[in-house]
């Protein structure tokens, strides 16, 4: 292969060559097999010590970590542990190339290269201000008619909050959205509108804001938080 051109070079753009796809492609099982034997060096010094690259999705960082950490370096104090935070598409990618070792996603991933394993189930609630606190609770139809604050496209938490209400992506529909639950519940205390948030965020995220909270009517929406990890031997599981 010695001489041969991966590269073309334009005016403005470089592209790969046949050869150069095929160079990458075998480069990246190359360093997916280095990646893989230091997993299995790190397997070697315990069940859990070492480096340990951990991903986790926005809407469960901020609230299951703190915890989770402090009562896992304590338990195994050999980890050298590594977070990213980032939405499940990002984590799912960096998995499949070796850049995280496992991941805290909203399951079903369904992804043949990755193993899942189911943590727990948590409801979503309603946030609407606190005027409506004595108003019944909306069903998915009524919260069609309603001004719904969402995450950006992107986080999967959208799209479970939207297929709960029935909404499809190509409704014509004004949806207002924010970077983060902690802004979609502030919106929702100026009265800009409602929002669907997981259980696990209402502690934190309602305590300073002039909103309130309800429980929907069975079947209530919810979601299955789920470890998942590249299936391989090596992967120290």
């Given at each position: 292969m010695?001489?041969a051109?991966l590269v073309?070079?334009?005016?403005r753009?470089?592209r ?10 075998k480069?990246?099982?190359?360093l ?5 034997l230091?997993?299995l ?7 859990f ?15 299951l970590?703190?915890d ?6 304590k338990r ?14 990002s984590l799912?990618a ?8 496992a991941?805290?996603?909203?399951l079903?991933i369904?992804e ?10 948590e409801?979503?609630?309603l ?5 409506d ?5 909306p069903?998915?139809d009524?919260l069609?008619?309603?001004r719904?604050l ?9 799209d479970?909050?939207l ?8 409704q ?10 902690s802004?979609l ?40 938080i ?5 299936n391989?031997?090596g992967?120290?599981?």
């Amino acid at each position: 292969m010695a001489g041969a051109k991966l590269v073309e070079r334009g005016a403005r753009t470089v592209r790969l060559t046949a050869i150069g796809e095929d160079f990458v492609a075998k480069a990246r099982q190359v360093l997916l097999g280095i990646d893989e034997l230091e997993d299995l060096m790190r397997a070697s010094q315990g069940p859990f010590a070492g480096r340990f690259r951990l991903g986790v999705i926005p809407t469960v960082a901020p609230y299951l970590l703190p915890d989770t950490i402090s009562a896992l370096t304590k338990r195994f104090p050999e980890i050298d542990l590594e977070l990213r935070e980032s939405v499940t598409k990002s984590l799912v990618a960096d998995l499949l190339e070796s850049r995280l070792d496992a991941a805290i996603v909203a399951l079903p991933i369904s992804e043949p290269a990755l193993r899942e394993f189911a943590l727990f189930q948590e409801d979503f609630v309603l946030v609407r201000s606190c005027n409506d606190d004595d108003k019944p609770v909306p069903s998915p139809d009524m919260l069609k008619t309603m001004r719904l604050l969402l995450l950006e496209e992107g986080h999967c938490f959208r799209d479970q909050a939207l297929s709960f209400c029935e909404i499809t992506k190509t409704q014509p529909r004004q949806l207002m959205e924010g970077s983060s639950l902690s802004t979609l519940v502030q919106m929702v205390g100026a009265g800009m509108g409602v929002t669907l948030i997981p259980e696990m965020a209402v502690a934190l995220e309602t305590r300073n804001a002039k909103v309130s909270v309800a429980t929907f009517d069975a079947p209530k929406p919810n979601r299955t938080i789920g470890m998942v990890w590249r299936n391989t031997k090596g992967a120290g599981f």
